[in-house]
Structure formats: structure tokens, C-alpha cells
């Protein structure tokens, strides 16, 4: 018995379930090209995780989809999973597992929309339950023989690249039984071990050890599971601690280390677990000895997807934490962006703003007077500048306290930006000392529910570096014009960063990387305001990369007046696009003719270039119906105004 709980994606074989190869690709001869106009497609022979590997060069000219397919002589059992190691070099577009019936025309699929190539080899497992009905005559159902096995690359963000494959095999999926007890040992003889896996979190395994204390949880076989969460004592908590797995007790495989433990709950990550026993290692004690209410085995689906992962998390967390749609309730958002321009940001109703297409989001969280306020312990208004220009701005408001989130973009088309203003306004009768905190979180505005295109949800940052003038999250560049009073970042597994605001505190940490993806961070502003005062902070954010130079050298004393010159010449450029047909109307019916206005500002800003589409992100697409819908309301309205 060493170790603790566990964390990342070893696969073991379940018990002794039989292995089919179905391709070590040494040789690629039995495997034909398949592709469809649009893209181009070369196969080659190359070095490989062992021997050989396929490379797999693709170009998408336009739209399109291109891979490999081969022949298949199998019969499915009841559980059974695929697997292959693949890597390689590309934006991210869509990657297809495909089984096919002897008909041709029956499918089935595992696609995996916006798939990022890893650079090193990566083990893809496919399980019987990703696996679901495409298309076809059948019309359902699941597949006993398939005839054809496809490995397919179909275009979303398109370019050019290459995928890299091997050792693809095939194996039955050993039973699970569950019915087996669960064994809980533990180095200091106790009798309150199994409190940590019984359900309740009113009972706690605990030790007076202060280091080098061990548990370990037996299932009695193979176990199939996708992360955990350990639930701490207060002030009973691992400062230090590791996690290994093994499947036969005696070959361990150290999979997580921590060593500057919090007490918040741990949330770990695992991509298609496998083990039959979890060592928990802990090494040091934060207070008197160690204690833990509960260890909650988390099923296969916890890491299928992060937004599964988050879900979890948010979970444990009151409303207010995490975005609006992990509490199962949709966020309304507007749309950011220049006519024309290919890119967008999207503002939701509590003031979240994300930063480009399935990119990061950045949040407003503050501290007045020692209380947390996050936008669900306020209230909340939506506003657009005169009622109708695409200049949105999201209200907070509190009993003392107003915060006023105002967002648009500026610039020309390919070097656009998003400017943002954050007021405070104390409205109380005495002086307020308020931390205005702006967090930098692995979270899109697009909601989960929203797949078409670009999965919504939960979104990537690896790297976040701080700068003198700029702060850098993985390719993208922030400006905070007006200097903040310090910022912090943090890996996932030391604690997302909502964990450290509503301590009023961040990290010592400047630059992280997380290799997960689920990296955050934050600025503050200390700020002091006498009654009636407001004060104003301002950040500029590029949607490219050759930005405007003029950002790096902007002072903070100026960034209120560079502010109010771009949004003037916003204001007037929408003024002037917008009221060019005089609408004769009762009063009554302004709010009509301001909602045609904007939709109309919209349908300008949705455009990429000429071509019109019903949205900028799940419906960036051209679809017949929306588009001629749109072509009449903007073209008609568009003559009319020349």
C-alpha cells in the first residue's frame, strides 16, 4: 500500500480479453485512399510508434473530408472497444471513426468535431457506447459485421496538415463486476478507512499522522473509469500527496503529484482509466494529520469531454462560480465585431466576453468590502448605445456598487480588436475599497448545447505568461491599458481560479502551463472610491496578429481617451449605416424599428467578407433558408439606403 487516488489515462487490457490487430501499418498496401472534392489526400509509409507508421498529408481547398479506408471481417460482441496511436500537424478539423455495413450505404461514426492533432504520439480509444448511427436506409440500430473501417479528416477549420497512425487493433471488453466488494486498506490501522468510498459525506476517514500516511482502494478487477474527486477535511488536507495505479498490485504507475495542496476539492482528470487498484500517497499534512469525507470513482463519461468535467465541477460550487450554462440554464449573448470581418467576439448577459470563436472567455469578478460578488448576487441589465447600435454593454447591480461592462470592436477588417471598459460606480454615502477582478478562464460564451461547427462549452488555454505591457494566453495577446495591482495564474490541479478570488487573493504564480488545457488567471485592480466616485478600467484585445503597434505604447493615463475615440468613431460609423432609410412609425413602434437596426448591424457583422451567414459560431455556415432570408432583408434595405 503506497499511494492515493488516481489521475491520468493508462489503459490496461481488462482481464484477459483477447486483442485483434487490425492494422500495424508497416505496410499500407491494403488500405485505399478515400476522399471527397475539396480535398486533397497523399498516404506514405513512415518511422512509427513501433516500426512503421501511415502519414496521411491532406490539403482542404473548400470544404471537404479525406482519409483511408480498409476492409473488415469482424463480428461485434456485446462490449468492444478499438484503439490506435495517432499524432500529427494541422488546425483542428473533425476526426471520423467509421464502420460500415456490406451495403455501403449504412454508417457508423465516432466524430470527434474539432479535433486538436497532438504533436506526440496519443493512444484514441473507441468505445462500443461512442460509437452511434450516422446515416443510411437502416435508420438505427447498432452494427454487428461491419464490412469497412474509415479513419476520416473532414474540414473545419481547413488547411493543410498531416496525421500520423498506428498499431489500430480491435478487443473484446471483459465484463465488469460490480458485484465484487470494494477493499479499503490504509497504513495506520483505523477502522473508519471505508467512510471514504461509503456515500456520505458526513463521515471522514482521518489519521493523526502528520506525514507519510497511505491508502489504497482494491476494487477486485479491472475497473474502467474516467476521473475522481477528492473531497478534503477542512484544514485535514494533503499539502503533499501522489497518486499511482496498477492492475495486478505490484507494477504501480505514479500517475498525479501535488505538492502545494490547498484544501480545495481536488477534481482529476482521466482519459479512459483502467486499474484494479489506487494507491494514495500522502506525503505531508497541511494541519494536524490527514482527512478526507469522500472519494467519489467518477464513470468513463467524467472525461469523454471537459465540459463533462467542468459539469462535475460546478457541481460542487454555489451558483455564480463557473458560467450560467453549467447551472443547466442558458446564457443569452451578443455578438462583437466589424462588418464583414471574419472574426467575433460574443458578450452574455453577465458580462463574459469571449474573445474569438471557441476561444477563452474573460469575467468580472468583485470583492467590495471583504464580500464576494459574482453576477449571480447581482442584478443584472443589458443595454445597447442609443437603443439600437451594436455597442452592447451588461449592468451590475448591487446596493452601493454599479459595474458597467461596455464592449465593441474597432479597427479595420483582418486587424480588428475588442475594446473593453469596466465602471464602477460607488452610489453609497462613504467610501468604498473594492478589488475589481478580471479572470482569464477556459470557458467559452457558447453554450455546451451549441455543437454545429464548433462544440460550445468549454474552451483551451495551455499557456498564460504575464508581460509588462501585455498578458499572453497560448496565441493570443491581452492589453490591459489601465495597469492592473498584480496577476496570478494557475495549473488546473492547483486550483481553478475562481478558487483563489473568492479568497481575495491570486496565485504568486505569473506564467503557467497546463497540459490539459484547463489553465486560468486573473488581474485586479485595488481601487479606493469616495461617495458618488466612478473609476474606469480599459482593455484592449486583438483578434489578429499583426494588431495595431500603437496598443504596446498606449499609458494607462491615456487609455480613457484612446477608449472614447475609437468607441466615437464606432458610434458614428453604425449611426451613419443604420438611419440611412427614414422609418415613419408612431413612438410606440420604436423598439421595432431599433430591433430592425440591429439585426440588420448583425446580419453586417456575421458576414464573412460578402458571403452572408446566419451566425458567428454554430450557424458560421451558408444554409439556404437563413440566407436568402437574410439576403432579402439586407440587400432590400441596402439599396433603399443608397
Not at 471537404?64 to 478499438?82: A, H, R, T
Not at 458526513?202 to 479491472?222: C, H, M, P, S
Amino acid at each position: 500500500m503506497k499511494y492515493f487516488i488516481l489521475f491520468f489515462a493508462f489503459s490496461f487490457s481488462l482481464s484477459f480479453a483477447q486483442v485483434t490487430p487490425i492494422s500495424d501499418f508497416n505496410s499500407i498496401n491494403d488500405w485505399k485512399i478515400v476522399h471527397s472534392d475539396g480535398a486533397e489526400i497523399s498516404i506514405s509509409n513512415t518511422e512509427g510508434f513501433s516500426n512503421n507508421s501511415l502519414k496521411l498529408n491532406f490539403n482542404f481547398t473548400g470544404a471537404g473530408w479525406c482519409g483511408i479506408e480498409k476492409d473488415l471481417n469482424i463480428s461485434l460482441p456485446d462490449d468492444y472497444k478499438f484503439s490506435y496511436f495517432i499524432k500529427g500537424e494541422g488546425l483542428k478539423n473533425n476526426l471520423e471513426f467509421k464502420l460500415i455495413d456490406s451495403t455501403g450505404d449504412n454508417v457508423w461514426w465516432f466524430n470527434q468535431r474539432n479535433f486538436e492533432l497532438p504533436q506526440t504520439w496519443q493512444k484514441e480509444i473507441v468505445r462500443k457506447r461512442n460509437i452511434q448511427f450516422a446515416w443510411g436506409p437502416k435508420g438505427g440500430g447498432e452494427i454487428i459485421h461491419p464490412a469497412k473501417i474509415q479513419i476520416i479528416i473532414a474540414a473545419s477549420e481547413g488547411g493543410k496538415g498531416s496525421v500520423f497512425l498506428d498499431e489500430l487493433v480491435f478487443e473484446e471488453a471483459a465484463k465488469q463486476d460490480t458485484t465484487i466488494p470494494i477493499k479499503i486498506t490504509a497504513s495506520s490501522p483505523s477502522d473508519n478507512s471505508g467512510f471514504v468510498i461509503d456515500g456520505n459525506p458526513e463521515t471522514a476517514w482521518q489519521t493523526d499522522e502528520k506525514n507519510n500516511q497511505q491508502l489504497r482502494i482494491d476494487f477486485g478487477y479491472v475497473k474502467e473509469f474516467g476521473g475522481i474527486i477528492i473531497n478534503w477535511m477542512k484544514n485535514r488536507f494533503a499539502k503533499d500527496f501522489s497518486i499511482s495505479i496498477s492492475k495486478d498490485g505490484k507494477n504501480f504507475n505514479t500517475v498525479f503529484a501535488k505538492n502545494n495542496g490547498r484544501g480545495t476539492t481536488d477534481f482529476i482528470f482521466i482519459k479512459n482509466g483502467e486499474a484494479r487498484f489506487i494507491d494514495f500517497n500522502l506525503n505531508e499534512s497541511a494541519g494536524t494529520g490527514f482527512g478526507i469525507s469522500e472519494i467519489e470513482i467518477k464513470p468513463l463519461e467524467f472525461s469523454d469531454h471537459p465540459n463533462n468535467f467542468f459539469q462535475s465541477a460546478a457541481d460542487h460550487y454555489p451558483k455564480g462560480y463557473f458560467p450560467k450554462y453549467f447551472s443547466r440554464t442558458q446564457s443569452f449573448w451578443n455578438i462583437i465585431g466589424i462588418s464583414g470581418d471574419l472574426k467575433e467576439g460574443l458578450i452574455n448577459e453577465e458580462g463574459s466576453i469571449e474573445v474569438d470563436k471557441a476561444s477563452f472567455s474573460i469575467s468580472p469578478f468583485l470583492f467590495v468590502d471583504d464580500k464576494f460578488l459574482n453576477w449571480n448576487e447581482v442584478e443584472l441589465e443589458q443595454s445597447l448605445d442609443s437603443s439600437y447600435l451594436p455597442i452592447p454593454s451588461v449592468l451590475w447591480k448591487e446596493k452601493n456598487i454599479d459595474l458597467n461592462i461596455k464592449a465593441f470592436a474597432a479597427g479595420e477588417k483582418d486587424e480588428s480588436l475588442i475594446l473593453i471598459q469596466y465602471k464602477i460606480i460607488n452610489k453609497s454615502d462613504t467610501e468604498k475599497n473594492i478589488n475589481l477582478y478580471l479572470a482569464i478562464r477556459p470557458f467559452q460564451v457558447n453554450a455546451p448545447w451549441q455543437f454545429l461547427n464548433v462544440q460550445g462549452g468549454a474552451a483551451k488555454i495551455n499557456k498564460i505568461s504575464a508581460d509588462n505591457s501585455f498578458v499572453s494566453v497560448d496565441k493570443k495577446k491581452l492589453f490591459f491599458l489601465t495597469n492592473y495591482n498584480n496577476f496570478g495564474a494557475s495549473q488546473f490541479k492547483d486550483g481553478e481560479i475562481v478558487t483563489f478570488i473568492d479568497q481575495n487573493s491570486l496565485p504568486d504564480t505569473k506564467e503557467i502551463y497546463d497540459s490539459l488545457g484547463f489553465g486560468s488567471g486573473a488581474a485586479v485592480y485595488n481601487l479606493k472610491l469616495n461617495p458618488g466616485e466612478e473609476k474606469n478600467v480599459y482593455v484592449a484585445i486583438p483578434f489578429y496578429d499583426n494588431y495595431p503597434q500603437t496598443l504596446e505604447n498606449i499609458k494607462s493615463s491615456d487609455a480613457e481617451n484612446f477608449f472614447k475615440e475609437k468607441l466615437n468613431e464606432v458610434s458614428n460609423y453604425w449611426t451613419d449605416r443604420l438611419n440611412r432609410v427614414e422609418i415613419n412609425l408612431p413612438p410606440d413602434a420604436d423598439k421595432l424599428i431599433n430591433t430592425l437596426k440591429s439585426n440588420l448591424a448583425y446580419i453586417l457583422i456575421n458576414r464573412d467578407g460578402p458571403a452572408i451567414q446566419p451566425g458567428s459560431r454554430s450557424y458560421e455556415r451558408a444554409w439556404i433558408r437563413d440566407g436568402a432570408l437574410h439576403q432579402a432583408l439586407c440587400c432590400g434595405l441596402e439599396l433603399r439606403m443608397r
